[in-house]
């Protein structure tokens, strides 16, 4: 059971738009802690897509956007390519917990 | 450039010791804010924080395993080294060591590429 929570799958056809929600709790997302956005393609270790809430390292594309509001933040992808087809998650820290906490991922299927 | 590699067993049996080794270059585990954590990924789940070390010698485990783990650093080898004790086939997970700067809420933004390790008699 993951301390963030992410809904399991979701899918889009190319060129759509699909948003990943990520909610957390007023000791997490809720107390202001920043949230960041992992893309992990099959069999890779995760590579950061999205970092403080809304920034992109250097390299990924401006399709991949975050936001935050209250307990909760989202990923949106624009412009839905095959090579987004990979398992998502979102990452925070927890006060109550005094670390890092991840969501459960969630599988981008692109149809 | 920055590089995190793991080493370890990729077998163990119950109740053993597991040692595990991150190996990095392109930074120094010296430097202001520099931080190195574990996390795991069990086969087809979800991404897990088990510890992490900083510039500092500051220690933080999750709260879940605190009294298994136990993480230290070399910083003239650039190593981190991860023990977690009594292993059960449930930690049966890819371990990766990844890099953190700045504030505990800060992101990972350098990944090995993990190492499995398999638990089972």
């Known amino acids: 059971q993951s301390v963030l929570t992410q809904p399991p799958s979701v899918s889009g056809a190319p060129g759509q738009r699909v948003t990943i929600s990520c909610t957390g709790s007023s000791s997490s997302i809720g107390a202001g802690y920043d949230v960041h956005w992992y893309q992990q393609l099959p069999g890779t270790a995760p590579k950061l897509l999205i970092y403080g809430d809304t920034n992109r390292p250097s390299g990924v594309p401006d399709r991949f956007s975050g936001s935050k509001s209250g307990t909760s933040a989202s990923l949106a992808i624009t412009g839905l390519q095959a090579e987004d087809e990979a398992d998502y998650y979102c990452q925070s820290y927890d006060s109550s917990l005094s670390g890092s906490v991840f969501g459960g991922g969630t599988k981008l299927t692109v149809l | 450039q920055v590089t995190l590699r793991e080493s370890g067993p990729a077998l163990v049996k119950p109740t053993q010791t597991l040692t595990l080794t991150c190996t990095f270059s392109g930074f120094s585990l010296s430097t202001n804010g520099m931080c190195v954590s574990w996390i795991r990924q069990p086969p087809g789940k979800a991404l897990e924080w088990l510890a992490l070390?900083?510039?500092?010698?500051?220690?933080y485990y999750s709260t879940s395993l605190k009294t298994r783990l136990t993480i230290s650093k070399d910083t003239s080898k650039n190593q981190v080294v991860l023990t977690m004790t009594n292993m059960d086939p449930v930690d049966t997970a890819t371990y990766y060591c990844?890099?953190?700067?700045?504030?505990?809420?800060?992101?990972?933004?350098?990944w090995g590429q993990g190492t499995l390790v398999t638990v089972s008699s």
């Open positions: 990844a890099r953190k700067r700045g504030p505990a809420s800060g992101e990972f933004d350098s």
């Open positions: 070390i900083d510039w500092d010698d500051d220690k």
